[in-house]
């Protein structure tokens, strides 16, 4: 390609090969989802998202997570341009620190007390922290496949992780009682925590709901082995109910870890917690340089007045349910087998007979070039900001996207 002809995002690619290892790094990498998908992007604004070349995409991955009620929303960014001009990273923190605090407190059952930090790990890494810090006791219980972040304890991979990084962890499989208790058991009288994902939201994997019975036997193994339950809910939370995902299966978790949708694109994290874990809590030193910057939280009040004001998850499921019975409808229509699982508010759509998801990639690079962002693997997400018009938009989409694999 000459470089006169190439793209501003083929441009940037090229700069970016030579500064950044690899060209770029982590789940943003392009290189993760089909030729032709943007690396670059411009600015968005509500469910609307323009790559550097100018071209606009109704989005449906929400920058993964983060974006609950809509890109550039005014009452968000208007909370944040007031506490801009009073200040952000001060010698503490301001008053909304308390405020934010006071507001988890009040909207999630369990929720005695919160602490922040910025992204989903320092979350969930605090949690497991305070669950060994509270019991004196060091074996977690991760689920399979879960993820949980991307430091030597969690990330997905081994490269540059030691045995020891992960020596206190036992697997469990999501949903599955029985592999939970021989994990229970095999923690012994060491058991300090289980980590659990809000709903089993697994990479390229059919999503799966959490099973009452699951749920409830998580929380009798924690409650009689002194052990806490802790529900990762980094990426669900605040999108299905503000009350913490648990919530709608009626079991509540000793901690919660909390970002992505708190703060709609700012970055702030959460941990709450009960009172069994508030002594640990205020013993811990627990910090970042960033970690009280006013500006995040203030965007994280904002953002849940409007989430509170718009009944926002509520929302959410519906438009979220309006994409499903579409892609439905259209896939019968064409006779093309598809699996559409998770709650509504945070679709994954997956080809039957597709082990390679080569169908997927197809399907969602065809919705791409009519405009709509989709992923073929990963879960997506909706926000307060999409409306039928932009799901019948992206209907069309997923309809040219259906009659491209059926003409194959
Ligand atoms: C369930 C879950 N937990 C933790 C994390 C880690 O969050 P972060 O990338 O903000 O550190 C993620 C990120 O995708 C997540 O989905």
Same mark, same amino acid.
């Given at each position: 390609?000459?470089?006169?002809?190439?793209?501003?995002?083929?441009?940037? $690619?090229?700069?970016?090969?030579?500064?950044?290892?690899?060209?770029?790094?982590?789940? /943003?990498?392009?290189?993760?989802?089909?030729?032709?998908?943007?690396?670059? @992007?411009?600015? #968005?604004?509500?469910?609307?998202?323009?790559?550097?070349?100018?071209? $606009?995409?109704?989005?449906?991955?929400?920058?993964?997570?983060?974006? %609950?009620?809509?890109?550039?929303?005014?009452?968000?960014?208007?909370?944040?341009?007031?506490?801009?001009? *009073?200040?952000?990273?001060?010698?503490?923190?301001?008053?909304?620190? %308390?405020? /934010?605090?006071?507001?988890?407190?009040?909207?999630?059952?369990?929720?005695?007390?919160?602490?922040?930090?910025?992204?989903?790990?320092? *979350?969930?890494?605090?949690?497991?922290?305070?669950?060994?810090?509270?019991?004196?006791?060091?074996?977690?219980?991760?689920?399979?496949?879960?993820?949980?972040?991307?430091?030597?304890?969690?990330?997905?991979?081994?490269?540059?992780?030691?045995?020891?990084? $992960?020596?206190?962890?036992?697997?469990?499989?999501?949903?599955?009682?029985?592999?939970?208790?021989?994990a229970v058991q095999r923690a012994g009288d060491d058991l300090a925590g289980i980590v659990v994902s809000?709903? $089993?939201?697994?990479?390229?994997?059919?999503?799966?709901?959490?099973?009452?019975?699951?749920?409830?036997?998580?929380?009798?193994?924690?409650?009689?082995?002194?052990?806490?339950?802790? %529900?990762?809910?980094?990426?669900?939370? @605040?999108?299905?109910?503000?009350?913490?995902?648990?919530?709608? %299966?009626?079991?509540?978790?000793?901690?919660? *870890?909390?970002?992505?949708?708190? *703060?709609?694109?700012?970055?702030?994290?959460?941990?709450?917690?009960?009172?069994?874990?508030?002594?640990?809590?205020?013993?811990?030193?627990?910090?970042?340089?960033?970690?009280?910057?006013?500006?995040?939280?203030?965007?994280?009040?904002?953002?849940?007045?409007?989430?509170?004001?718009?009944?926002?998850?509520?929302?959410?499921?519906?438009?979220?349910?309006?994409?499903?019975?579409?892609? #439905?409808?259209?896939?019968?229509?064409?006779?093309?087998?598809?699996?559409?699982?998770?709650?509504?508010?945070?679709?994954?759509?997956?080809?039957?007979?597709?082990?390679t998801y080569k169908k997927g990639e197809r399907f969602t690079l065809e919705a791409l070039k009519h405009?709509?962002?989709?992923?073929?693997?990963?879960?997506?997400? /909706?926000?307060?900001?999409?409306?039928?018009?932009?799901?019948?938009?992206?209907?069309?989409?997923?309809?040219?996207?259906? #009659?491209?694999?059926?003409?194959?």
């Open positions: 390609m000459s470089l006169a002809s190439a793209t501003p995002d083929q441009k940037l $690619r090229e700069r970016a090969q030579r500064v950044i290892p690899g060209g770029m790094y982590g789940h /943003l990498h392009a290189a993760r989802l089909p030729a032709g998908y943007p690396q670059f @992007f411009e600015r #968005a604004e509500g469910c609307h998202l323009w790559d550097v070349n100018g071209r $606009r995409y109704v989005d449906f991955m929400c920058s993964w997570g983060p974006i %609950v009620v809509g890109h550039k929303n005014p009452v968000v960014t208007e909370a944040v341009e007031r506490q801009m001009a *009073a200040g952000d990273c001060l010698n503490g923190p301001s008053e909304r620190l %308390v405020e /934010l605090a006071e507001r988890l407190v009040g909207l999630i059952p369990h929720a005695d007390w919160a602490l922040f930090g910025k992204n989903g790990t320092d *979350a969930t890494t605090t949690c497991l922290t305070l669950a060994r810090a509270a019991s004196g006791k060091r074996k977690i219980l991760v689920a399979e496949g879960a993820y949980h972040g991307a430091i030597p304890w969690c990330a997905p991979g081994t490269m540059g992780v030691t045995s020891e990084d $992960r020596a206190h962890l036992l697997t469990f499989k999501y949903n599955d009682v029985a592999s939970l208790e021989t809000a709903f $089993r939201h697994d990479y390229g994997k059919d999503q799966e709901l959490p099973d009452v019975a699951f749920a409830r036997r998580a929380r009798e193994l924690c409650d009689a082995n002194d052990a806490a339950l802790i %529900v990762d809910d980094v990426r669900a939370g @605040f999108r299905l109910t503000l009350r913490g995902s648990w919530d709608l %299966v009626g079991v509540q978790p000793d901690l919660s *870890a909390w970002s992505k949708a708190i *703060a709609n694109g700012y970055a702030l994290a959460a941990v709450t917690g009960n009172e069994r874990y508030r002594d640990a809590a205020s013993k811990l030193f627990v910090t970042g340089s960033f970690w009280c910057s006013a500006v995040s939280m203030a965007a994280a009040l904002a953002t849940l007045d409007v989430l509170e004001s718009t009944d926002g998850p509520r929302r959410m499921r519906d438009m979220g349910q309006r994409l499903r019975d579409g892609i #439905a409808a259209q896939a019968a229509s064409f006779g093309i087998g598809v699996r559409q699982s998770g709650p509504p508010q945070m679709p994954a759509l997956l080809f039957d007979d597709d082990p405009g709509v962002y989709l992923h073929p693997r990963h879960n997506m997400f /909706l926000s307060t900001a999409h409306t039928e018009a932009d799901i019948d938009f992206a209907l069309e989409a997923t309809k040219a996207g259906f #009659a491209v694999l059926a003409s194959r």
